[in-house]
């Protein structure tokens, strides 16, 4: 996702810097912005990163959150603490929908460990997202937040999930063919009369109509087995 931009606000953990990196790349996300870190570059960032350095090395330094989210055409910022404050509060999921289908560069912004976001950060940004979480313990460690964010806009872009996807799929010719046969088949052994009014072809489609991902191999063994079926039991 090249419009997804992660922002940490003056993180004090070089740590958790590296950890948000691998975080990112797990997901496919590379533009790290970092805004007055207290201790970067460091190599705690970079053992955290693992092999993630080159997120960690192509990350820009900010002095202000401002100069970070500029050119964005939104900015979230997450909080654990929701409840002091007035403007659209959405959950984490909705948040990773809205920046999928933003025009243009959006940016995650994150607070630092022990103080969070402060006002003037969260006002700097439009909505508000909230990981829900206990709600008696809902701070989630940085990187871990971060994590949770990468991950869910993963799941909405699902970029390569075509990929690992080997099987060719069922075409519509395909599935008709199998409809067709299981028709004759029904028939044939006198399980379904055309003339009873059953409703039986139409509720065989609306089965296989509820999996979408049918792929052509299965209704290659579906149809097969009806074929054993209607040979002639041999003696
Ligand atoms: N003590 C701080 C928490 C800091 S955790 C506080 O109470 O605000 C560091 C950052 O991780 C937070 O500023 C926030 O950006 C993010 N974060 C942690 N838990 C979160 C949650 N449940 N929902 C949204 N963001 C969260």
């Known amino acids: 996702m090249q419009n997804i931009r992660i922002v940490l606000c003056r993180p004090s953990h070089p740590g958790n810097i590296g950890a948000a990196a691998r975080a990112m790349k797990a997901m496919g996300l590379s533009d790290l912005r970092l805004v007055a870190p207290e201790k970067f570059p460091a190599p705690e960032a970079r053992w955290m990163a693992t092999n993630a350095v080159d997120v960690l090395d192509q990350a820009k330094v900010n002095a202000t959150l401002a100069e970070a989210i500029s050119d964005c055409v939104h900015a979230f910022a997450l909080s654990a603490r929701t409840r002091e404050w007035s403007t659209p509060v959405i959950d984490v999921r909705a948040a990773a929908a809205a920046a999928a289908a933003a025009g243009g560069p959006v940016a995650f912004v994150f607070g630092n460990e022990q103080a969070g976001l402060t006002n003037e950060e969260m006002l700097a940004c439009q909505t508000l997202v909230h990981i829900p979480a206990n709600p008696e313990f809902s701070s989630l460690n940085l990187a871990q ?19 690992f996807r080997t099987e060719k799929p069922a075409t519509i010719q395909d599935r008709e063919g199998l409809y067709e046969h299981l028709e004759r088949a029904a028939i044939e052994s006198k399980f379904f009369d055309p003339a009873s009014g059953s409703r039986l072809p139409t509720r065989l489609r609306r089965l296989f109509s509820r999996v979408p991902d049918l792929e052509r191999e299965e209704v290659n063994i579906l149809r ?11 003696k």
């Open 145 to 163: 937040a971060v994590q949770v964010v990468a991950y869910e806009i993963f799941m909405t872009s699902k970029p390569e999930t075509g990929k």
């Open 224 to 234: 097969g087995l009806l074929k054993a079926l209607q040979q002639p039991k041999s």
